[in-house]
């Protein structure tokens, strides 16, 4: 099964104490989205100790400037990135803890120790002389955890041209190889009357009621629902219009002036997400048209939709290395969530795989992740640089 002399010499230069050190230090400096600029600094710093050229680039973010690093061949070839944010969601910190295989703390799973296992498939590379042809190029920055970013640092990096030939995002995500998932992007209306606040039995016959445009809006949305239904990718699932919150009034007997709702939409792969705004603008001004009501609405993206090329030589260097580490390939399935992989896919067109350890209790204070499975990530990683940096080593 085995055919590739490579993992062996990989494995001698994987450093399991660097690794599970690099995980922990990255843990140990607090990092709520928005503020990852310590983390930042100490991964830099972490960096530049072990000799990799490495700068610094804001993305419009000027307290957290993104890490990066880039480790060079010297020879002509590809470029494999890995890219990881050092933000994690806004919940008390925990520190560091080992507990067997287990490493725990904020941001073990998601995805400080993703992050770790990427740096150490470069130094391993770096010490083995593996990477003959070609570059690997690290970015780690913040503002990748919604509500408080939406991964607006990275698409300005993109924007910048800071993007390699394909791309390796080790989140904890390990089960299969997620090929195709949905576009997201919440939507928020707030109807509104004009004039005050009254009691029901002085209510202005002229005046519209924002519960009943807001039961309209419940019905035109349901309908819409129905129409995307036709809408499936056999992978990603089918497109969809989702009310999450109805909300208006005080008391029983006041007539009320607001109303609000807030929901998702997604839609699938190859769809403009122009062209769902446009559909969704359409429908809540023919709903203020034709209810007499206000109406505000903003419509947000989280991430554009998202497909993997299955003949990319990314997948087939991923694959091939997989194979050498595990014995057999990653089975293929849907990629259940957004993530900054959608984001290199959509903005630059590179193939984007999202791959990284065993782990759990993501967005939770009861963060961990497995450290042997964090080596297997490693390895992975610093295999699939070798295989896809180096066009003839895929031959
Ligand atoms: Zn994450």
Redesign the pocket.
């Known amino acids: 099964m085995n055919r590739d002399p490579l993992p062996g010499r990989l494995r001698s230069a994987l450093n399991r104490d660097r690794l599970v050190q690099t995980a922990k230090e990255l843990i140990a400096v607090p990092s709520p989205t928005g503020q990852a600029g310590a983390v930042l600094d100490r991964a830099a710093e972490m960096l530049e100790n072990a000799g990799f050229a490495v700068r610094r680039a804001a993305g419009g973010h000027e307290s957290a400037p993104a890490v990066v690093a880039r480790f060079d061949s010297g020879e002509p070839g590809r470029v494999i990135q890995f890219d990881g944010?050092l933000d994690t969601v806004h919940l008390p910190f925990c520190p560091p803890r080992l507990e067997g295989d287990w490493l725990r703390g904020s941001g073990a799973s998601?995805?400080k120790s993703g992050v770790a296992a990427s740096i150490e498939a470069v130094r391993m590379l770096q010490e083995s002389g593996l990477l003959k042809r070609g570059a690997v190029l690290l970015t780690l920055h913040d503002l990748?955890?919604a509500p408080w970013g939406r991964g607006e640092q990275l698409d300005r990096l993109i924007g910048e041209g800071i993007v390699g030939d394909g791309v390796l995002l080790p989140?904890?995500f390990c089960d299969h190889l997620p090929v195709a998932g949905r576009g997201a992007a919440t939507w928020k209306v707030i109807l509104r009357r004009s004039g005050p606040p009254v009691h029901e039995v002085h209510r202005p016959a002229d005046q519209p009621s924002v519960i009943a445009a807001g039961a309209e809006l419940v019905r035109l949305l349901q309908d819409l629902d129905k129409r995307l239904q036709q809408q499936v990718d056999p992978i990603a699932g089918r497109a969809s219009v989702f009310i999450g919150q109805f909300h208006s009034g005080e008391i029983y007997n006041q007539f009320p002036q607001e109303a609000m709702l807030e929901g998702t939409r997604r839609w699938l792969p190859g769809a403009s997400r122009e062209a769902v705004e446009a559909e969704m603008r359409t429908l809540f001004d023919n709903l203020a048209r034709d209810c007499g009501v206000e109406v505000d609405w903003e419509f947000r993206l989280i991430r554009d939709a998202f497909r993997l090329d299955l003949d990319s030589p990314l997948v087939t260097a991923f694959q091939r290395a997989y194979s050498a580490v595990v014995g057999q390939p990653l089975p293929t399935g849907p990629k259940p969530f957004v993530?900054d992989g959608n984001s290199f896919s959509a903005l630059a067109g590179v193939a984007a795989i999202t791959h990284g350890p065993r782990a759990g209790g993501?967005h939770t204070v009861d963060e961990w992740v497995s450290l042997d499975d964090l080596e297997r990530v490693a390895l992975v990683y610093a295999l699939t640089a070798a295989l896809f940096c180096d066009p003839a080593a895929q031959a």
């Open positions: 944010h998601d995805m990748h955890e989140e904890p993530d993501q």
